[in-house]
């Protein structure tokens, strides 16, 4: 199965990403709200509407799509 990235820059909001980047770091809802001084519950809804928007059915799911995002971006460097 191929993975189509969707264009982070464009779909995802500047806040969707700072919290995509620390899920992929293996951080829990909890411990980003503490990080990014923001509530639990903003958290989730901001992961929900990322997976929403990306079409993911998992966090896992969305983490790899958004490294292979990331490799697609670098390798045309």
């Known amino acids: 199965m191929e993975i ?11 806040r969707e990403k700072e919290i995509l980047i620390l899920v992929a770091h293996g951080m829990s809802s909890k411990q980003i709200a503490g990080k990014l001084s ?8 901001h992961r929900k509407n ?21 490799q697609t971006s670098n390798s045309h460097l």
């Open 38 to 45: 923001i509530s639990q519950n903003t958290v989730s809804n």
């Open 50 to 70: 990322m997976l929403a928007k990306a079409g993911a059915k998992s966090s896992a799911e969305l983490v790899c799509i958004y490294l292979n995002f990331i």
């Open 4 to 14: 189509v990235s969707p264009p982070f820059d464009v779909v995802f909001t500047q």
